[in-house]
């Protein structure tokens, strides 16, 4: 059973040009939701995509777009690249039903995105 | 708003002893669900233990257990047997009732030493 995956693990961007990273979620789990991680900061929410709709938004702009696809794997973009986009950014996959029955959520191994 | 806190930056425990992660957490909603995940250098966001808030029994999962104390808002992870793999970050973090949008603290890196 493939756990979440991610890529690509690490790429490097210039300031201004557009990426594009991608996620394929858990077997089982129709639920993606976007991290960004700063160096020595805690996973901060972008957004959560459920039924190929973005479901929930963070405090992020509107740089920061994505897709889910009818697989369930989903994409982040970010445009116009800024030196403070540099981070690690984390698919977390679930089954999106918010329920205390022990939903877990699983993460992938994150892409690592340097901008100069 | 719901919030999470770890207080201690930084932890160290010496191999095969046990040590204690604080955490504790901020809201009002009566249902809500916490986690405990081990962050490695390489990045990797890895699972520990889960408990939701109608538990009434700490949730266990091998050497990872957790301290849940509602009336104080505390969630903390204990580790028994401490091993040299164990060093890395910790995050606690709190998932939003209704959806599974997840609320991190920011984190105790933990060192094993022999």
Same mark, same amino acid.
């Given at each position: 059973?493939?756990?979440?995956? /991610? +890529?690509?693990?690490?790429?490097i @961007?210039t300031?201004? /040009? /557009?990426?594009?990273?991608? $996620?394929?979620? @858990?077997?089982?789990?129709?639920? =993606? +939701?976007?991290y960004?991680q700063a160096?020595?900061q805690g996973p901060? !929410?972008?957004f ?6 973005e479901?929930q938004?963070?405090? !992020?702009?509107?740089? !920061? +777009?994505?897709? /889910? ?10 445009n ?10 984390? $698919?977390?996959s679930s ?19 340097? =901008?100069? | ?14 191999e ?11 809201? %009002? ?10 962050q490695? %250098? ?5 699972? #520990?233990?889960y ?8 949730a ?15 969630a903390? #992870?204990?580790?028994?047997? %401490? ?20 609320i991190?603290g920011?984190?105790?890196? #933990?060192?094993?030493?022999p």
């Open positions: 059973d493939a756990g979440v995956t /991610q +890529s690509p693990t690490h790429l @961007k300031r201004g /040009q /557009q990426v594009t990273l991608r $996620c394929s979620p @858990k077997s089982g789990h129709d639920t =993606v +939701s976007w960004q160096l020595g901060q !929410f972008i959560q995509y459920y039924e190929e709709e479901r938004r963070g405090n !992020f702009p509107d740089r !920061f +777009s994505g897709h /889910q696809f009818p697989n369930y794997s989903s994409e982040l973009n970010v116009a690249l800024l030196l403070g986009d540099s981070a690690l950014y984390l $698919c977390a089954l999106g039903r918010g329920d205390l029955s022990g939903n877990t959520i699983y993460f992938g191994e994150g892409s690592w995105l340097t =901008v100069v | 708003a719901q919030k999470i806190t770890q207080t201690q930056p930084g932890m160290f425990v010496q095969k002893e046990a040590v204690t992660l604080d955490c504790t957490y901020d809201t %009002s909603d009566q249902s809500y669900g916490l986690f405990w995940y081990k490695p %250098s390489s990045g990797e966001m890895i699972f #520990l233990i408990q939701g808030s109608y538990d009434e029994q700490n266990t999962e091998g050497r990872y257990s957790l301290n849940f104390q509602k009336a104080r808002k505390s903390n #992870l204990v580790i028994s047997a %401490s091993q040299l793999g164990d060093s890395a970050m910790y995050f606690c973090a709190m998932r939003e009732r209704f959806t599974d949008k997840l991190f920011t984190g105790t890196r #933990l060192q094993v030493f």
